[in-house]
């Protein structure tokens, strides 16, 4: 594990999040991946076959333990994954090797500086489960994702947004105020890592739009979990599995809606790389 050098100054700054991600790698895909989060990523995985073709090369950045590069290396895609977890790459290697799957590639490498260890145009960049959330400038990620994307190529990303209407009114129910809007305040620590919180930075689907905008054209959005039981609530989901579907079948025609779309446990947003671009180097 020499692709991060231990001195490299992206290291310091991030080390609350690699402390956090390597302690719970060995138990990641056992203790947070559950019917919700599958549903969410096939979700993903068929909007990620309208914008690109089989064969198509796919960067997942921040892939964790490969459960998304994985999926699609079956399905055909030409993968690559990259995380700031060694120990998260290590487990998503040994996943690969044992699904038969060696072809698919694992680099250890932040999302600010893909470009020192890859050049090859990728046709996808995926961004799952609010790996973005880890940064309060998305701007360095977003030029470093473009760098390496072809022209047109597209960006799909899934990130938290700072409201929650599942978590406001779960919270009103129980007359529990303050946590209600806990995403818009200031310094916001992880939960589910016990013993190793690392800053969370909520950011609204206009934030990622602005950012994003000198590199790309937005092309959608859609607002994940809304007002559907989301990935910690897996115990609503089981107790009323009758309303569950209620819920769902209210949330899914308004979830692309203006301003609606903006607000869920999570959204998903794609966009177009800008052809006309030009990099200078590797970005510091």
């Known amino acids: 594990m020499n692709e991060i050098k231990p001195k490299h100054p992206l290291l310091s700054r991030h080390r609350p999040v690699l402390d956090a991600f390597n302690a719970v790698a060995d138990r990641f895909d056992e203790s947070y991946e559950n019917a919700i989060t599958r549903a969410i990523r096939d979700r993903l995985y068929d909007e990620i076959s309208h914008l690109i073709t089989a064969g198509s090369r796919v960067l997942d950045i921040n892939c964790g333990t490969g459960i998304d590069a994985l999926h699609l290396a079956r399905r055909g895609y030409k993968v690559t994954g990259c995380d700031l977890s060694p120990n998260m790459i290590l487990r998503a290697r040994e996943k690969a090797a044992a699904a038969g799957l060696p072809d698919v590639k694992f680099h250890v490498v932040s999302f600010e500086e893909l470009d020192r260890v890859l050049s090859t145009p990728f046709d996808l960049v995926l961004s799952n489960f609010g790996g973005l959330n880890c940064v309060a400038d998305l701007r360095p990620a977003v030029r470093q994702v473009a760098s390496l994307l ?54 609204s689907l206009k ?5 994003c905008h000198e590199y790309f054209f937005f092309s959608h959005a859609r607002g994940l979990n809304i007002i559907t039981p989301p990935p910690h609530a897996t115990s609503f989901s089981g107790r009323f599995p009758r309303l569950r579907s209620v819920l769902e079948s209210i949330e899914r025609p308004l979830a692309s809606l203006p301003i609606i779309r903006s607000f869920g446990d999570h959204y998903v947003a794609a966009f177009r790389r800008r052809e006309s671009l030009i990099f200078h180097g590797p970005s510091s």
Not at 207 to 211: D, E, G, H, I
């Open 150 to 203: 072809k022209p047109c190529g597209a960006f799909l990303a899934v990130v938290m947004p700072p409201l929650s209407p599942w978590d406001v009114i779960a919270s009103f129910s129980r007359g529990r105020f303050r946590p209600a809007f806990f995403r818009l305040g200031d310094n916001v620590q992880a939960t589910g890592f016990p013993g190793k919180p690392f800053t969370v930075y909520y950011h």
């Open 207 to 211: 934030t990622l739009r602005r950012s």
